[in-house]
């Protein structure tokens, strides 16, 4: 698998937001994506960027394949992320859970 330029991908991550996901998780994911990339922008080391790029390709392949509905987090990967990485994690299922899982099922 070839890897795409930051700015490709970039857009071919909004692009599959925009086609596959509901408007309420879409603009969380856009928000998640943009603050990424740019919090990424500077970043020199080669094994950082390719890494970053790679994971954000497989993100996109598994949301164009609609595969990313039933998807869950490979052990390895949890093992092998920071606390800080972990703490972003939890922030973004609270707040997935907040805006689109949960908050619809207590209404109901």
């Known amino acids: 698998m070839a890897l795409l330029p930051p700015i490709p991908l970039y857009r071919r991550l ?6 596959k996901l509901p408007t309420d ?3 969380l994911g856009d928000s998640y994506v943009k603050s990424e990339f740019r919090a990424h922008r ?15 390709q497989l993100y996109a392949q598994q949301l164009e394949g609609d595969s990313w509905t ?9 093992d092998k992320m920071s606390d800080q990485q972990i703490g972003q994690l939890y922030e973004l299922m609270q707040a997935i859970k907040q805006d689109g899982g ?5 209404d109901s």
């Open 42 to 56: 500077s970043v020199e080391n080669p094994i950082h960027i390719i890494g970053f790029l790679t994971e954000w």
């Open 70 to 78: 039933d998807g869950k987090l490979d052990k390895a990967k949890i």
């Open 25 to 27: 998780l879409r603009f």
């Open 14 to 19: 909004l692009r599959a937001h925009r086609k």
């Open 102 to 106: 949960e908050g619809g099922k207590e």
